[in-house]
């Protein structure tokens, strides 16, 4: 595996889940820009989850894990959170969405053919 493809990959989900969770945040607690608290703890929380992946190489994207490393609550947040942004990803970021659809396709980030 090309490692700067991986890693390059693993940025833009992160940067996709930052985007989702500034859509969500701006609707939901009314921020005018950045995140609150609680949206920023879970951001941290994600990033820190995608850090320690224990698929590595392999990762697939979060939403079609098998295992689902998340805690229920963090898990939950993160579902609403993907539900509420996912479809006005495509009308604020549709190159970045379209790419994170593909890659919940294949089912994986790494494999270097999305
Ligand atoms: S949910 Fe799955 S893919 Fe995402 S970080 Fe956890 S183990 Fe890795
Ligand atoms: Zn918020």
Do not use: W
């Amino acid at each position: 595996m090309d490692f700067k493809k991986r890693e390059s990959r693993l940025r833009r989900e992160k940067e996709t889940i930052r985007k989702m969770a500034r859509i969500f945040c701006k609707a939901h607690h009314k921020t005018k820009e950045g995140l609150c608290e609680e949206c920023r703890a879970l951001l941290s929380y994600a990033f820190e989850r995608i850090d320690r992946c224990p698929y590595q190489e392999e990762k697939p994207v979060c939403s079609a894990c098998p295992i689902h490393c998340y805690a229920p609550a963090m898990r939950e947040k993160v579902r609403q959170v993907m539900r509420y942004a996912g479809p006005r990803m495509f009308l604020r970021h549709p190159i970045l969405a379209v790419l994170h659809l593909l890659e919940g396709r294949t089912g994986k980030i790494g494999n270097g053919k999305a």
